[in-house]
Structures are given as structure tokens and as C-alpha cells.
């Protein structure tokens, strides 16, 4: 739904009439709906799509990074607040002793 206020107003000020002053308000009301609502589903669809690519394109760069880190020798403070982002990627090694 869309409401769309106006005001449409003018003078006329003429030697061989009065002053004339002209004011006219008013509103437009419309409403709009799909009538194919398949395109409003695609959309939603590609939009979850779109959503799941971008958390597995941030959990990837997350896990490559924190590697990055950890085979440099450092390693996020387990006192920070952020130790849990790297608190998941163990190196192959440490995972195999773990079973």
C-alpha cells in the first residue's frame, strides 16, 4: 500500500479580476500485489541461496585464516573475547591422536 500526499496551489492575481488564490489538497491511495507470486518464491529462493554462499564463503575464509595462523606460531588469546573463532580448526595431526 502507498499513500501519496499532494498540494497543488496557485495564484492568479489579474488587473481585470480579483485576486484569486487556488489551493487543493488531497491524497492518492494505491495498492500493488504480484500476480505471478512464482517470482516472488524464486526471489525468496535465491535470496537463501545467496545468504548460505556468503556464511560458507565466511566460515572458509575464517578457517584458512585462523590456519594461516596457527602454522605462522600464534594463536588468539584464550582470554579475548575472541578465542572462540579459532577455538574449532586443529591442525590434522592433533585431531588424528584425539581418536
Do not use: W
Amino acid at each position: 500500500m502507498v499513500i501519496t500526499p499532494f498540494y497543488l496551489g496557485n495564484d492568479v492575481n489579474n488587473p481585470e479580476a480579483p485576486y484569486i488564490r487556488n489551493q487543493n489538497y488531497g491524497a492518492q491511495v494505491s495498492f500493488s500485489f504480484p500476480l505471478d507470486g512464482g517470482m516472488v518464491e524464486l526471489c525468496k529462493d535465491l535470496a537463501r541461496k545467496k545468504i548460505a554462499k556468503e556464511r560458507l564463503d565466511y566460515e572458509l575464509v575464517r578457517v584458512l585464516k585462523c590456519a594461516e595462523l596457527l602454522k605462522s606460531g600464534y594463536m588468539i588469546s584464550p582470554a579475548s573475547a575472541y578465542a572462540h573463532v579459532c577455538s574449532d580448526v586443529v591442525p590434522i595431526a592433533a585431531a588424528q591422536k584425539t581418536k
